[in-house]
């Protein structure tokens, strides 16, 4: 049985007002793991845009061409 299966069974164990509880952590999990993912992609997308322009800085001072 899988870690997912053996939660599942557990939660059907309890009660309706625990599993609203389970349901609310769940939910913040993902939030959290939604945003830590949002926050990896802007400051990947940042480090494009300084990269970007350092190579049009360099492209217009005629370092390097297209």
Known sequence: M????QTIAK???LPESL???????VEYLLMKHNR???EIAESDFSDYLTNLEDY???LARGEIQW
């Open 36 to 38: 830590e993912l949002l």
């Open 19 to 25: 599993v609203q509880e389970v349901n609310d952590f």
């Open 2 to 5: 899988t870690v997912y299966d």
């Open 56 to 58: 049009e800085e360099r």
């Open 11 to 13: 939660i059907r164990q």
